[in-house]
Structures are given as structure tokens and as C-alpha cells.
């Protein structure tokens, strides 16, 4: 079982940068393919980043490659989402994910364990 707690959400203005993060508790947090996604009002979940379990491959959404990083700290058991030169469509519910995977899952059936999501909201 691994839990997950998003945190680091907000209110900013477009341009800006914010830093999510995402603690996981449990075990074998570093064996998990560890996602970001997020929901808009109306709209279904979209995928917007993924960090392999060795933390060696990415892989990103169209819509954020360019100004999202993913990373991820197993020491810490904690991975983290860097959001820069944020658009008023960004704004969104984001989700963490983990998946007992190799791969780089980009689908939420691929992701076993969710946390409770962290608002974010981007001002035009």
C-alpha cells in the first residue's frame, strides 16, 4: 500500500512558477513509476508528466513539454512536478499517481495508488 499527499498548489499569475510535490508513505516507493495528472472543471484527466522508477526517463504531455519538469527524491520518497511560465489553462486539480510499472505509464488505469489532488489556479 502506498499513500500520497500532494502538496504546494495555489493561486498565481500567468508567467509564474510553482513547485508541486508529492510525498508517498508505505513501501517500496522507489520500485513505483511515480505520474502527474491533472482535471479542469469538465473535463477528463489529463496526463501532464511521468518519472520512471530508476528516475533515468520522462516522459511529458504535449501540452507542459518545455515548461514542466518532473523529478523525483527515493531518498526522500518524494516526487516533484516544476511548473514554469504557467498559462491560465493550467489551471486544474493535479493529481499524483504511483504505478507498479517499468515503464513510463501515460494512462490512469496504468497507476495503482492516487492521492487527494492540490488546486492549482493561474490568473490571466
Known amino acids: 500500500q502506498v499513500q500520497l499527499v500532494e502538496s504546494g498548489g495555489g493561486l498565481v499569475q500567468a508567467g509564474d512558477s510553482l513547485r508541486l510535490s508529492c510525498a508517498a508513505s508505505?513501501?517500496?516507493?522507489?520500485?513505483?513509476?511515480m505520474g502527474w495528472f491533472r482535471q479542469a472543471p469538465g473535463k477528463e484527466r489529463e496526463f501532464v508528466a511521468v518519472?520512471?522508477?530508476?528516475?533515468?526517463?520522462?516522459f511529458y504531455g504535449d501540452s507542459v513539454k518545455g515548461r514542466f519538469t518532473i523529478s523525483r527524491d527515493n531518498a526522500k520518497n518524494t516526487v516533484y512536478l516544476q511548473m514554469n511560465s504557467l498559462k491560465s489553462e493550467d489551471t486544474a486539480v493535479y493529481y499524483c499517481a504511483a504505478g507498479a510499472t517499468y515503464g513510463l505509464p501515460d494512462r490512469p488505469i496504468e497507476y495503482n495508488y492516487w492521492g487527494q489532488g492540490t488546486q492549482v489556479t493561474v490568473s490571466s
Open positions: 518519472i520512471s522508477w530508476s528516475d533515468t526517463s520522462t
Open positions: 508505505g513501501r517500496a516507493f522507489s520500485s513505483y513509476a
